[in-house]
């Protein structure tokens, strides 16, 4: 069976286990189900992208023939020879994930290693070690050879150890990393202390402007803003943390934004109905209480939640806090819970100003305006990956997803997620 094939067949395997492994990322993680079956869909949806890219010309084996650039004299019988490119698999490859989504970001990194001709090991986080199992499971039964795809479950200690190997062996000929700016960092050095240039692929943290123009459709905005804020109890990279609201239009949009978080359902991710989960651990819920009671000292308003959820240790209430001030940490440092932290602004540029001075982060960014000049210009001035218009959920499998700045290095997604596992040979033969 070809790459393509075992690709395939892997992602049935996960469809057809779908329901178990959504319950183990649920117990795991604490996300609802249903965000869990979800995830399952677009882990699976790499595989199967990657499957079709094996057979593209900028896959594995493709390639191209160039003129030869050089002018042909009369005298001279054939031009001096012929140019090619071809793609060939960078080789094994070193992966460390997260914990928010155990599945996908898995699936992300080595359904285009497998479709180059890859070989990976993978780290998943220490605190969703079974998903990336069951994952690796699924994988054999599906034919993908032992050594293909391989899951290391280490403890703290081998974790780093794990990192140095990968970054400074120079058998390991590509690093793929997802998760904090701060451990991206680590790598990088890492890296480049071991004495050795290696490809790397950072996909690190966010902390997403969520703009709301004064001529926004308000009820888009809400719906918007829901959806890029609470996904994951708002533990994901490209949620939105800082929200900048036109003066004109900021008591409408945060009174039907408090309408709509008042009906989020918090509780156990396994129990119908419950539409928030827990924070990962009881220390990251400390971290955002810490986070909202500075805003609140230094003059923002609780609109509604402020406090831990009394469900449990790991749970926080889903939160709007109004007069955030940008020098407060969260505005200015990527939250990882449920808060929407909030100002008003007047201009354009002055949104723009406080977009840039709050954070060196780049990863995702939303809007939301009716104004065509501004649907297609102002996501120019922004310096993020990617940014949603009107739109709270742009993750998808064809979507180039990474970021800039202290959001990462390279892309995962779409056919740009290939190149990112395979070396372009340029080779000129003189046949004369
Ligand atoms: N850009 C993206 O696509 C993306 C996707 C998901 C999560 N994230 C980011 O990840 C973070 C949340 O995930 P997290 O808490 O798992 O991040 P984290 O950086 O704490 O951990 C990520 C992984 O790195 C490992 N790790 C930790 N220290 C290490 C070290 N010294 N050497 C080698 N590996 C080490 C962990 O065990 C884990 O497997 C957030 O910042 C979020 O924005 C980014
Ligand atoms: O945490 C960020 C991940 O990339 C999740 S998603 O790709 O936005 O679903």
Redesign the pocket.
């Known amino acids: 069976m070809h790459r393509g094939g075992l690709l395939k067949s892997w992602a049935s395997h996960i469809r057809q286990n779908k329901k178990d492994l959504a319950t183990l990322m649920t117990y795991e993680c604490g996300k609802p189900l249903p965000e869990s079956l979800g ?1 399952v869909e ?1 882990g699976a949806s790499f595989l199967d992208f990657y499957a079709s890219e094996c057979l593209r010309p900028n896959g594995l084996g493709g390639g191209t023939i160039i003129p030869t650039p050089f002018v042909k004299p009369p005298s001279v019988k054939n031009t001096r020879g012929t140019v090619m490119t071809y793609n060939e698999a960078v080789g094994v490859c070193g992966f460390i994930t ?1 914990w ?2 155990p599945l ?2 898995i699936t ?1 990194k080595v359904g285009p290693a497998i479709a180059a001709g890859c070989t990976s090991l993978v780290k998943p986080s220490e605190l969703t070690p079974l998903t990336a199992m069951a994952l690796e499971v699924l994988a054999r039964r599906a034919g993908v050879p032992e050594g293909v795809f391989n899951v290391l479950t280490l403890g703290e200690e081998d974790t780093r150890r794990f990192g140095e190997v990968i970054c400074t062996d120079d058998r390991v000929k590509k690093i793929s990393f ?1 998760g904090s700016t701060r451990v991206g960092k680590i790598l990088l050095k890492q890296c480049a202390e071991g004495g050795i240039v290696k490809k790397a692929s950072m ?1 690190l943290g ?1 902390n997403a402007p969520f703009v709301v123009f004064s001529d926004a459709d308000i009820d888009v905005a809400v719906k918007a803003a829901m959806a890029s804020k609470f996904r ?1 109890a708002g533990q ?3 949620c939105s943390d800082r929200f900048l609201i036109h003066e004109d239009v900021e008591e409408e949009f945060l009174e039907k934004l408090v309408g709509e978080v008042k009906k989020i359902k918090v509780g156990d991710g396994m129990v119908a109905g419950v539409t928030m989960g827990p924070l990962i651990s009881t220390k990251a819920r400390e971290g955002v209480e810490e986070k909202v009671k500075e805003a609140v000292a230094n003059g923002a308003e609780v609109l509604v939640g402020g406090e831990r959820h009394e469900f449990g240790e790991q749970y926080y209430m889903p939160t709007v806090l109004k007069g955030v001030i940008k020098e407060d940490n969260i505005f200015k440092t990527e939250t990882f819970g449920p808060v929407v932290a909030s100002m008003t602004f007047s201009s354009d540029d002055e949104a723009l100003d406080i977009i840039k001075s709050s954070s060196k982060t780049g990863l995702a960014s939303y809007y939301c305006t009716q104004s065509a000049d501004r649907m297609f210009n102002f996501s120019r001035r922004l310096e993020h990956g990617m940014v949603g218009v009107n739109e709270g959920i742009i ?1 998808s499998v064809v979507a180039p ?1 990474g970021g800039v700045g202290e959001s990462g290095i390279g892309r995962e997604g779409n056919s740009s997620g290939m190149r990112e596992y395979l070396e372009e040979k340029y080779v000129f033969v003189n046949h004369n």
């Open positions: 995830e677009y997260p928010n989504f996908a970001m992300r997802t996909e966010g994951n994901t990279c490209v993750s997803f």
